[in-house]
């Protein structure tokens, strides 16, 4: 089944996005999927993403998890694949398959490169928008289980509500997470901070 999402909740998700893109379609799929196996959005639902491109924002726009509210977690793995949960019970991660691409990634890599260094002609150009569309209306177009390899997730045991601390900086005296605090020469340190001493040695 194509795209399920109505023509009014895409164009929220278009506005918030600030365009249309391949990549908002891969999120706005991943969303999809995510309500389809676990049901309506709620503050119990998780997303991990690994990856930060265009698609997140469709994530957060559609499944309610967001980055501010803290069930929206960035892994930095360079994935296109997304997993989805809810606290206390499981989930599933789901991959782009590689295939979807139909075979445009070499195509699509010479232009880039073509456009990066500057001799990109006109016609690279159109081109480039051609594919680029092509793939935007393919990923909204094809079937859910197509588009993704899907893995279940095991339950997830709840974690304990923490209140973190925060500390003082002992170099430049900003408040700082506990958690994201660094011990150098005795004293502690904000990450920034402890990236110059550490970066002199
Ligand atoms: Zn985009
Ligand atoms: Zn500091």
Redesign the pocket.
């Known amino acids: 089944m194509p795209c399920s999402f109505s023509p009014e909740r895409l164009a929220e998700v278009v506005a918030f ?1 600030g ?1 249309e ?1 391949p ?2 379609s891969i999120g706005i799929r991943a969303a999809e999927l995510a309500l389809r196996e676990l049901g309506e959005p709620g503050p119990d639902m998780v997303a991990v993403s690994e990856t930060d491109m ?1 698609g997140v924002d469709a994530i957060q726009v559609l499944t309610g998890c967001t980055y501010g509210k803290g069930n929206f977690i960035h892994r930095d793995l360079g994935k296109m694949a997304f997993s989805f949960f809810r606290r206390g019970g499981s989930g599933f991660r789901a991959i782009l398959r590689p295939e979807v691409r139909g075979g445009m990634d070499e195509e699509m890599g010479a232009l880039m490169r073509r456009q990066a260094d500057g001799t990109a002609t006109p016609e690279d150009l159109t081109r480039v928008g051609e594919l680029r569309e092509a793939l935007r209306r393919r990923f909204l177009d094809i079937e859910l289980d197509e588009m993704f390899e899907i893995t279940p997730l095991p339950g997830q045991e709840p974690r304990p509500a923490r209140v973190l601390r925060s500390l003082a900086c002992e170099a430049c005296g900003e408040m700082t997470m506990e958690s994201r605090t660094r011990r150098f020469d005795g004293k502690t340190l904000c990450i920034p901070c402890f990236q110059a001493v550490e970066q002199k040695i």
């Open positions: 996005h365009h893109c990549g908002l265009c």
